[in-house]
Each structure stands twice: as structure tokens, then as C-alpha cells.
């Protein structure tokens, strides 16, 4: 009788041991708006950046490129794993030139024309800001993700996190018009749904940037027409 005891209550333990390694996954939606100014409609939520910050599953390393095209860099936003790369063919008839001097991010890839591609690996989270020395308004958005707990929301503003394991969390929305908003956040089993999260960019302003020497741009680049 004794030994069915301790039987069964092996059983038990090793039952709730995989249970907890297995908890199931939950799923975090909600939707994102952006307040403007004079009430105008905003025009690109999507490229927002939607995580969650403090979970511990490792992310896998992606490869993404961002094209150089029209004086752009294209997509604007990229969200990638740390350790990712990221990819910068020139598809214009010109040079450019791709440089950061973000904080975890310092490079200057140098200046290259149509059909040359360079490329720069992440090595830390953070957002890096992506310039070029020789057009002033080109500017593309690396966010760098340690977790991959993370999305891009729907043009209407709409996201959908699938795969979270429950736990605690900090939310974090970012848009390059707005300040980051970030709200603490419990994940139960059966997730969270219907959040609502607001972004202000009533006071955003386009401010120019340092060329890569810390310098202003010359000004017959920063008058240049886009
Ligand atoms: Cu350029």
C-alpha cells in the first residue's frame, strides 16, 4: 500500500513538471492609434513596432534587407532578432552611402552605386537610427529585439502577438512620431485581447540630423527637393 503511495506521487510530480514546461501559449492583440495634430488621420501605423519586453525566449536570427530606392530607404521600419542582418542594395542610378552612429550600432558602411549591396549585423537591442552622408532626409528604423515577442501592427492599427508564454511583461509600442508608450502587462493562459494603446505625435517635428562627421549637411544637400 505504501509503495502505490510514493508510485502515485512520482507520477504526480512528473506530471506538473511537464505540465509547467509546457504551459500553453497565449495570444496578446489590441490596436494601436496615433494622436495628430489638427486630428488628421494617420496614414502609417503599420509602421509602428509592437513587444514585449522581458520575455526570455530566445530570438532566431533573421536576414532582411531594406532597399535603397528614390532617395529612400525602403521599408522604413525593420524589426529584427539581435544578431540579425540587414541587407542594403542601391537600386538607384547614384551613389549613397549608409552610416549610424546610434548607441550599440556605430558604422559607416562607405559609399557605393546601382547593383552594390553592403550589409551590417546587429549585435545590440536598441533602435538604430540608419542615415545616409549624402542625402539628408533618407533615414531608415532598425529596432533591435532581444525576445521574439514582438510585431508590426495592420494599417487600421490592429496587432496580434501569438506565442506568448504567460507571464509578466512590459508592452512597449514605438513609432518614429511619438515617444514610446509602455504599460506593465499579465499574461494569463488564456491572454489579453481588446488593448488599447495611444501614441502622441501632436509634437513631432522633423528635426534635421549630423552627417556622419557630426557636422551639419551642406546646405545645397539639406535644400535638395525630395
Ligand atoms: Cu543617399
Given at each position: 500500500?505504501?509503495?502505490?503511495?510514493v508510485?502515485?506521487?512520482?507520477w504526480?510530480?512528473?506530471l506538473?513538471q511537464?505540465g509547467a514546461a509546457?504551459a500553453p501559449l497565449?495570444?496578446?492583440?489590441?490596436?494601436?492609434?496615433?494622436?495628430?495634430?489638427?486630428?488628421?488621420?494617420?496614414r502609417?501605423l503599420?509602421?509602428?513596432?509592437v513587444y514585449?519586453?522581458?520575455?526570455?525566449?530566445?530570438?532566431?536570427?533573421?536576414?532582411?534587407?531594406?532597399?535603397?530606392a528614390?532617395?529612400e530607404?525602403?521599408?522604413?521600419?525593420?524589426?529584427?532578432?539581435?544578431?540579425?542582418?540587414?541587407?542594403f542594395?542601391?537600386?538607384d542610378?547614384?551613389?549613397?552611402?549608409v552610416?549610424?552612429v546610434?548607441?550599440?550600432?556605430h558604422f559607416d558602411?562607405?559609399?557605393y552605386?546601382?547593383g552594390?549591396?553592403?550589409?551590417?549585423?546587429?549585435?545590440t537591442?536598441?533602435?538604430v537610427?540608419?542615415?545616409?552622408n549624402?542625402?539628408?532626409?533618407?533615414?531608415?528604423?532598425?529596432?533591435?529585439?532581444?525576445?521574439?515577442?514582438?510585431?508590426?501592427p495592420?494599417?487600421?492599427?490592429?496587432?496580434?502577438l501569438?506565442?506568448v508564454?504567460?507571464?509578466?511583461?512590459?508592452?512597449?509600442v514605438?513609432h518614429e512620431r511619438?515617444a514610446?508608450?509602455?504599460?506593465?502587462?499579465?499574461?494569463?493562459p488564456?491572454?489579453v485581447?481588446?488593448?488599447?494603446?495611444?501614441?502622441?505625435?501632436?509634437?513631432?517635428?522633423w528635426?534635421?540630423h549630423?552627417?556622419?562627421y557630426?557636422?551639419?549637411?551642406?546646405?545645397d544637400?539639406?535644400?535638395e527637393?525630395?
Open positions: 500500500m505504501r509503495w502505490t503511495v508510485i502515485a506521487g512520482a504526480w510530480v512528473a506538473a511537464a509546457q497565449a495570444r496578446v492583440s489590441g490596436r494601436i492609434t496615433i494622436l495628430e495634430k489638427r486630428n488628421k488621420p494617420s502609417d503599420g509602421s509602428a513596432v514585449l519586453d522581458g520575455g526570455a525566449a530566445p530570438a532566431r536570427v533573421t536576414a532582411v534587407e531594406i532597399v535603397i528614390d532617395k530607404f525602403v521599408p522604413r521600419v525593420v524589426v529584427v532578432p539581435v544578431g540579425s542582418t540587414v541587407r542594395p542601391n537600386h542610378p547614384f551613389d549613397h552611402n552610416f549610424s546610434s548607441e550599440g550600432a558602411l562607405g559609399q552605386g546601382r552594390e549591396a553592403r550589409a551590417w549585423t546587429f549585435t537591442r536598441g533602435l537610427r540608419v542615415f545616409c549624402v542625402h539628408p532626409r533618407m533615414v531608415a528604423f532598425v529596432q533591435v529585439m532581444p525576445t521574439r515577442q514582438y510585431t508590426q495592420g494599417a487600421d492599427g490592429s496587432f496580434t501569438e506565442d508564454p504567460p507571464g509578466r511583461y512590459t508592452l512597449r514605438w511619438s514610446e508608450v509602455a504599460r506593465e502587462l499579465v499574461v494569463g488564456a491572454g485581447s481588446d488593448l488599447e494603446v495611444e501614441l502622441d505625435a501632436r509634437g513631432f517635428r528635426l534635421p549630423k552627417n556622419k557630426g557636422d551639419d549637411y551642406p546646405t544637400a539639406a535644400r527637393r525630395y
